[in-house]
């Protein structure tokens, strides 16, 4: 057994000081990064966000919503071929979407088929313990095969791990994060994990020494997190619980019921019976949303047909309440990382983090 001393730090555990700057208008802020892939040799050009490929977020419709933001999307594992592969024919913006598959042999089947009808520009290998030999030998094999792939894959949260990814495996971008997302109780489960903030420091570093990138994956929970990982110098940030609940997502929708509609223009509901539009039918409007662990039972349930005997889940269950189009979310975030930018005189996302000091605090507000 072995402790390590130094204590690592969360979101929560520090804060962005300002500083002086000649130039400080959220205006001109630029917020699109270009990224030369290391081992594909591709470019990716946008603002990098990405939606997180649960299958309440990672949804055709949320792909085409971001995508007017410039920003991506990691489609989730359980659309079937033939809705895969229309999807990806309609669309002529690829670069925005991942396809992203696990490590099973039926995952690999899918692809292939998928991949046999329409092109597989950008694809992310998302599984919840990417530490085993196994899978940085099915990184590597994926990558043999799609060598143009932008290739994302994950995850884990230490330096060497990062390393082996890209050199032996032939990633382009590591998915940091074991542990830290809104529904997941990896750490109340097994008691691993790795707080969040350092694990980016950490792994950051060990990537950009080899010219490969990150992307933040868990834990997210306000703009100020989300400025806070690029600050600490992730490439790209996945959002779950951020985007949950938005317009765009998939699932099990709670409805409002105790509104009924009203001919005033003022105040077109009247509140306390149930609700119906003019032509008599029932008018519902959306309250809150399932939203729920990958490795959850409800995920399980509904996608493995229960949870084996020999594990247990690693993710809970919850109702986020609605939050309208994701677009509103969306102007909050970026107004976050824009105002950060001027606080500490970064004309652009690439600079902010040469710009970040980070402090700790007891206590963020
Ligand atoms: P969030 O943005 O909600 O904090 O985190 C989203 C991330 O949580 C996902 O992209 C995924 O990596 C992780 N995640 C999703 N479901 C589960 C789960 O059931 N268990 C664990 N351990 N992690 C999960």
Not at 181 to 196: D, E, F, K, N
């Amino acid at each position: 057994m072995r402790i390590i001393d130094d204590i690592k730090l969360d979101f929560q555990d520090v804060l962005i000081r300002p500083q002086r700057s000649a130039t400080a208008s959220r205006k001109e802020v630029d917020i699109i990064r270009t990224f030369k892939s290391r081992n594909s040799n591709q470019e990716w050009q946008g603002v990098p966000i990405l939606a997180a490929n649960m299958d309440t977020t990672g949804t055709f419709s949320m792909a085409d919503s971001l995508v007017n933001h410039n920003m991506g999307t990691c489609l989730h594992k359980h659309y079937s071929i033939d809705d895969l592969c229309e999807f990806i024919k309609q669309r002529t913006d690829s670069h925005h979407f991942f396809y992203t598959l696990g490590t099973g042999k039926k995952d690999r089947e899918k692809l292939n088929r998928v991949a046999a009808l329409v092109p597989v520009n950008n694809i992310c290998i998302d599984v919840a313990n990417g530490y085993t030999d196994y899978f940085v030998n099915r990184v590597a094999e994926i990558r043999a095969q799609f060598p143009k792939a932008i290739l994302m894959v994950g995850n884990v949260c230490s330096p060497e791990i990062v390393q082996e990814l890209i050199l032996q495996g032939g990633a382009d971008i590591i998915k940091i994060g074991i542990g830290p997302g809104s529904v997941c109780t990896t750490r109340l489960i097994a008691g691993v994990g790795y707080p969040q903030l350092s694990a980016v420091i950490e792994c950051a570093d060990a990537a950009h020494g080899l010219n490969a990138h990150i992307c933040v994956d868990g834990g997210c929970k306000t703009p100020g997190d989300v400025v806070k990982a690029f600050g600490a110098g992730s490439d790209f940030v996945m959002l779950g619980g951020m985007l949950a609940g938005t317009d765009e997502c998939e699932g099990e929708w709670e409805w409002e019921n105790d509104l009924e509609w009203s001919e005033s223009k003022d105040k077109p509901f009247v509140a306390g019976k149930i609700k119906v539009n003019q032509d008599g039918k029932l008018k519902q409007k959306k309250k809150s949303l399932k939203f729920y662990g990958m490795s959850s039972s409800a995920a399980m349930n509904k996608h493995n047909g229960g949870v084996a005997e020999y594990r247990a889940a690693e993710g809970e269950i919850k109702r986020v309440p609605y939050k309208g189009p994701v677009k509103d979310t969306i102007h909050q975030i970026l107004g976050g990382i824009r105002s950060a930018c001027a606080y500490v005189g970064a004309k652009t996302l690439k600079d902010f983090s040469k710009r970040t000091t980070f402090i700790k605090v007891n206590r963020v507000k």
